[in-house]
T-cell receptor, first 115, second 113 residues
Framework: AQSVTQPDIHITVSEGASLELRCNYSYGATPYLFWYVQSPGQGLQLLLKYFSGDTLVQGIKGFEAEFKRSQSSFNLRKPSVHWSDAAEYFCAVGEVFQAGTALIFGKGTTLSVSS | NAGVTQTPKFRVLKTGQSMTLLCAQDMNHEYMYWYRQDPGMGLRLIHYSVGEGTTAKGEVPDGYNVSRLKKQNFLLGLESAAPSQTSVYFC????????????FGAGTRLSVL
């Protein structure tokens, strides 16, 4: 079965510092990869996605992610974190089931931003 | 543009009671999903639907039933609620391809006492 691992449960970063959130996946074929963000009390919002082609993808809010097939990773980065980036971040892989398709999510990483 | 709307936003049930959560989308999406979110567990797929009148089980389907009588609506039912079903429930919708982005509702916070 496919799986997504986010090794860091909680990360604290100083405002203005750089950020990297880790994501590793287990998938037999070329994966479709996503990063979502969830602000407190809100639903999930798509940050960026990777389907094929350029392994460095740009997203909203200044985020980017790099797909590394050799490391089965899709890490999320931001050069300078803002206090409003404090949220929970989820990595996901698209999977084809017998009856259709769905997303498999990691358990999430909570980002705190200190001043 | 409402997107994905979930009702209710909050609900408290007693063990054994039943209830239905409603999800409505106005994007003409073929796929709809129900997830539950528990602390430290991320989102886990309960059931999903690939079109009107069709549903399928996800990772954690036990204790839940679903129906999709209309393309725009996806209902999640709890016939006899248990404390283990205390969770935040999210509905999502997407187009038919695995590449299609899933759009999420704001969630329903359910407590079962």
């Amino acid at each position: 079965a496919q799986s997504v691992t986010q090794p860091d449960i909680h990360i604290t970063v100083s405002e203005g510092a750089s950020l990297e959130l880790r994501c590793n996946y287990s998938y037999g074929a070329t994966p479709y990869l996503f990063w979502y963000v969830q602000s407190p009390g809100q639903g999930l919002q798509l940050l960026l996605k990777y389907f094929s082609g350029d392994t460095l993808v740009q997203g909203i809010k200044g985020f980017e992610a790099e797909f590394k097939r050799s490391q089965s990773s899709f890490n999320l980065r931001k050069p300078s974190v803002h206090w409003s980036d404090a949220a929970e971040y989820f990595c996901a892989v698209g999977e084809v089931f017998q009856a259709g398709t769905a997303l498999i999510f990691g358990k999430g990483t909570t980002l705190s931003v200190s001043s | 543009n409402a997107g994905v709307t979930q009702t209710p936003k909050f609900r408290v049930l007693k063990t054994g009671q039943s209830m239905t959560l409603l999800c409505a989308q106005d994007m003409n999406h073929e796929y709809m999903y129900w997830y539950r979110q528990d602390p430290g567990m991320g989102l886990r797929l309960i059931h999903y639907s690939v079109g009107e009148g069709t549903t399928a089980k996800g990772e954690v389907p036990d204790g839940y039933n679903v129906s999709r009588l209309k393309k725009q609506n996806f209902l999640l039912g709890l016939e006899s609620a248990a404390p283990s079903q205390t969770s935040v429930y999210f509905c999502a919708s997407s187009g038919w391809d695995v590449k299609n982005i899933q759009y999420f509702g704001a969630g329903t916070r359910l407590s079962v006492l």
